[in-house]
C-alpha cells in the first residue's frame, strides 16, 4: 500500500483564497515533510515537521500532524497565482533512516 | 539554482544508445539519490548512496547503472533502455540522518525521452 497519500489529487481555487491539502501514511515516522514541484521541474523543500510535534508555521504555510490518525495537512493562506504547482508529503519510516516515501501529490491551481 | 545540478536538462535517446546522466552538489551532503517520476506515478526511489557506498537498490533493472565517485557526483548509466523508462530522473542529496536533519535538495531533473 502507498505511504503519503495526498488528498484531494486536484484543487483549484481563486487567487486570495486558503488552500488546504491532506496527506495520509500508514507507518511510523520520525518526519514528515511537505515538497512543492513547478512542471517539470525539480522538488522544493516547503517544511518538515517532527513525530513530536502537531503543528509548525513558516510564512504563509501551516502544517499539522496528527500521529494517531497517521496523517498530516498542508494550508496556503492567502494563495497567489505563483502557488500554482504540484505539492508532496514525503515520510521518513522508523526504520528507513534517510529514505524518503512521497505521495501522488495534490495538483494545486490558484487562478488570478 | 538549489545547489544539485542535474544535466542535460533534456535527453532523447533509441533504444540501443548509451547515455549517462550526471548529478553534482557542492553543499558537503554525503547522501545522493536517483528518484525516478513518470506520469500520474508517485516518485519511485531508484538508488541511495552514503558516503558513495550504495546502500539501496529498489529493485531496479540493470540496464540503469548507478556510479558514485565522490560525495559531490553521482551519475546514472543508461544503456538499452525502453519507452517505458521515459520519464522525469531526480537527482537530491541530504545531510546525514540524524538529529537536525532537514530532508533532501533536489536537481531539476532530467526529461528523458526514449524512442
Known amino acids: 500500500s502507498q505511504q503519503g497519500e495526498e488528498d484531494p489529487q486536484a484543487l483549484s481555487i481563486q487567487e486570495g483564497e486558503n488552500a488546504t491539502m491532506n496527506c495520509s501514511y500508514k507507518t511510523s515516522i520520525n518526519n514528515l515533510q511537505w515538497y512543492r514541484q513547478n512542471s517539470g521541474r525539480g522538488l522544493v523543500h516547503l517544511i518538515l515537521?517532527?513525530?513530536?510535534?502537531r503543528e509548525k508555521h513558516s510564512g504563509r504555510l501551516r502544517v499539522t500532524l496528527d500521529t494517531s490518525k497517521k496523517s498530516s495537512s498542508l494550508l496556503i493562506t492567502a494563495s497567489r497565482a505563483a502557488d500554482t504547482a504540484s505539492y508532496f508529503c514525503?515520510?521518513?519510516?522508523?526504520?528507513?533512516?534517510?529514505?524518503?516515501?512521497f505521495g501522488e501529490g495534490t495538483q494545486l491551481t490558484v487562478n488570478p | 539554482e538549489t545547489g544539485v545540478t542535474q544535466t542535460p536538462r533534456h535527453l532523447v535517446m533509441g533504444m540501443t544508445n548509451k547515455k549517462s546522466l550526471k548529478c553534482e552538489q557542492h553543499l558537503g551532503h554525503n547522501a545522493m539519490y536517483w528518484y525516478k517520476q513518470s506520469a500520474k506515478k508517485p516518485l519511485e526511489l531508484m538508488f541511495v548512496?552514503?558516503?558513495?557506498?550504495?546502500?539501496e537498490n529498489n529493485s531496479v533493472p540493470s540496464r540503469f547503472s548507478p556510479e558514485c565517485p565522490n560525495s559531490s557526483h553521482l551519475f546514472l548509466h543508461l544503456h538499452t533502455l525502453q519507452p517505458e523508462d521515459s520519464a522525469l530522473y531526480l537527482c537530491?542529496?541530504?545531510?546525514?540522518f540524524g538529529t537536525g536533519w532537514e530532508g533532501y535538495t533536489f536537481g531539476s531533473g532530467t526529461r528523458l525521452t526514449v524512442v
Open positions: 515537521i517532527r513525530s513530536n510535534e
Open positions: 537530491a542529496s541530504s545531510q546525514d
Open positions: 514525503a515520510t521518513d519510516g522508523v526504520n528507513s533512516g534517510s529514505r524518503l516515501t
Open positions: 548512496y552514503n558516503f558513495k557506498e550504495q546502500t
